[in-house]
């Protein structure tokens, strides 16, 4: 499955690179996935986030020629969406604007309890209502590389090797990462008396 994925976007950046035209075609493919994970990595505003959305496409079309084969074109374009989000991030803290509050939404807690139960299936324990309450407030003081390892793994689905095109890091390094992103994960849910036993 993955590799005919790779096939097909292969031939879909071939195509767009012989027709301008048929650039829509990766917009129309990778324009929900990227605004799911802009939006959980950066949490912007609808505008800035159809920005950046714009920002990350201009971008990709204007270095389509410089597209590394040897990756998996998904893992490109997510390098330029991560990169994006990641300089969001830090343009909004250097202005001292809060990140947006997903008000608990569906994905952060699901993020939680995919976490905990990577290791022991005990989020089911807790009450539902009280993480809703709780788990934007521990991903919000996360350090935005744990933060976006734990979605690039947990809810983008990406393994090791993807994790790794996109960030640039060796697969060691990234398993380090996700094993120190749970952990502080833990720590910060933990100082607000929410116990994720074996995370």
């Known amino acids: 499955m993955a590799e005919d994925n790779r096939r097909a976007d292969a031939a879909l ?26 939006r959980r990595i950066a949490r912007p505003t609808p505008d800035e986030l159809d920005m950046l959305l714009q920002d990350i496409f201009i971008k990709t079309y204007e270095n389509l020629n410089d597209f590394d084969q040897s990756l998996a074109f998904s893992s ?10 990641i300089d969001h991030i830090r343009r909004k803290k250097r202005f001292g604007a809060s990140l947006d509050d997903p008000a608990y939404d569906d994905d952060t807690v699901a993020l939680a309890e995919t976490i905990a139960a990577a290791d022991d299936d005990v989020v089911s324990e807790v009450d539902r209502e009280y993480i809703k309450k709780c788990i934007a407030a521990v991903l919000d003081d996360l350090e935005p590389k744990y933060r976006s390892v734990l979605v690039l793994k947990f809810l983008e689905d990406k393994d090791y090797n993807a994790i790794s095109d996109i960030l640039r890091k060796p697969p060691g390094t990234v398993a380090t990462l996700i094993h120190r992103a749970k952990r502080e994960f833990r720590r910060l849910a933990e100082e607000r008396g929410m116990h994720l036993g074996g995370l």
């Open 13 to 38: 950046v071939q195509r767009a690179l012989e027709s301008s035209d048929e650039f829509g075609r990766i917009i129309e493919k990778y324009q929900e996935p990227l605004r799911r994970y802009i």
């Open 76 to 85: 490109w374009i997510y390098r330029i969406a991560h990169n994006e989000a």
